[in-house]
C-alpha cells in the first residue's frame, strides 16, 4: 500500500497557480491591485504561499469568472482571509459587500440606460438638455428646431441652469412657430456676421445693426408675451421653488472639496467660454442692449 503523499505546507507561485487554474502572471497582478496580500520572500527570493493563500485564491477566481471587476472584489474583501470554519462570518460579510455594490452599480447602469434611452428619444441633441427644457420644446412642429437652437441652449444651461435654458428656449420657440420671425432673425443674424474683423468699429454699420437688433427683440418680445409663454414659465418657476425650497440649502451637505474646483460663477464660465466675435460685433451687441435699456417699459 503506498503511503499517503504528505502535502507541503506552503507552495511557489507556479505551483499556487496551477492548482487554483490561473497563471503567475495573474497572481501578480493580483497583488499590485490589492486583491491578494504579498507574502514576504523567502531567503531564496521567492514567494510562498499557504493554505489561505490558496482559499483566496479560489475566492479571488470564482467571482472573478462571474464578472466581478477586482477593484470590487478588493473592497469587498476588505482585509479580511477567507478560510476555515471560522471564517464562514467573515465569507457572507464579503458578499454582502459585494451585493451592496453590485446593486449600485446597477442603479447607476439603469440610471445612464435611461439618460442613452431618453436621448435616443428625443434625439441626440435635444436628448442632452435638463428635462425642464425639452420638456419646454415640445410644442415645436418636428424640425423646426435646430441644431444651432440646441447647442445655444446647452451652452446656456451650464452658465445659467435649467431655468435660464427654459428662458431661452422659449425664443427658440417662438422662433420655430412663427417661419416669418424666424427669417427676420436670421437676417439680423446675417448682419452682425457682417461685422467681421475688416469692420472698424466706429463704422455706421455697427449702429444700424444695433439698431436692427433691438427692433427684431422687441418685436420678439412682443410675440412671447402674447403668446402666453410668460405665465408658463411662471409656473414652471413656481413648480421649481416647490421642489427647491430654500431652507434646503442650509440643510444640504457641503460639497465635496474634490468637487470645489468645478464649482464655477456664471461670470467665470462665460469668460472661459470662447466667442470667435470681432470687436466691431461686439460693439454693436453693446449698443443694442443699451437701446434695450433705454426703451420705455410697454
Known amino acids: 500500500m503506498h503511503p499517503f503523499p504528505t502535502p507541503p505546507r506552503e507552495v511557489l507561485i507556479g505551483d499556487a497557480a496551477a492548482f487554483v487554474g490561473i497563471t503567475p502572471r495573474a497572481i501578480r497582478h493580483y497583488h499590485q491591485v490589492g486583491v491578494l496580500p504579498e507574502r ?59 451585493e451592496d455594490t453590485l446593486a449600485a452599480q446597477e442603479a447607476e447602469l439603469q440610471r445612464k440606460r435611461a439618460s442613452v434611452q431618453r436621448m435616443r428619444t428625443l434625439g441626440s441633441r435635444l436628448g442632452l438638455l435638463d428635462d425642464l427644457v425639452s420638456g419646454r420644446l415640445e410644442g415645436a412642429p418636428e424640425g423646426s428646431l435646430r441644431q444651432d437652437d440646441l447647442d445655444v441652449l446647452l451652452v446656456t444651461e451650464r452658465i445659467f441652469g435649467p431655468l435660464g435654458a427654459v428662458m431661452q428656449a422659449g425664443r427658440f420657440l417662438a422662433l420655430a412657430l412663427d417661419p416669418e420671425l424666424r427669417a427676420e432673425s436670421d437676417r439680423v443674424d446675417a448682419a452682425e456676421e457682417a461685422l467681421d474683423d475688416t469692420v472698424a468699429v466706429d463704422d455706421p454699420r455697427v449702429a444700424e445693426v444695433a439698431a436692427e437688433r433691438h427692433a427684431f427683440e422687441t418685436e420678439l418680445m412682443r410675440v412671447i408675451e402674447e403668446s402666453g409663454q410668460l405665465e408658463e414659465d411662471d409656473a414652471i418657476f413656481d413648480a421649481w421653488d416647490e421642489l427647491h425650497p430654500p431652507e434646503d440649502a442650509d440643510l444640504a451637505p457641503d460639497p465635496n472639496p474634490a468637487e470645489g474646483s468645478r464649482v464655477r460663477s456664471a461670470a467665470e464660465i462665460i469668460r472661459s467660454m470662447p466667442y470667435d466675435f470681432s470687436p466691431a460685433r461686439l460693439r454693436s451687441m453693446e449698443l443694442a442692449v443699451q437701446l434695450g435699456a433705454a426703451a420705455p417699459p410697454p
Not at 477586482?70 to 479580511?80: K, M, N
Open 40 to 98: 514576504e520572500r523567502g531567503s531564496d527570493g521567492r514567494r510562498r504561499y499557504g493554505y489561505a493563500e490558496i482559499i483566496r485564491l479560489l475566492w479571488i477566481r470564482r467571482m472573478a469568472d462571474a464578472g466581478i471587476a477586482l477593484d470590487d472584489i478588493r473592497d469587498a474583501f476588505d482585509g479580511t482571509a477567507p478560510s476555515g470554519a471560522d471564517g464562514e462570518d467573515e465569507i457572507a460579510g464579503v458578499l454582502a459587500r459585494l
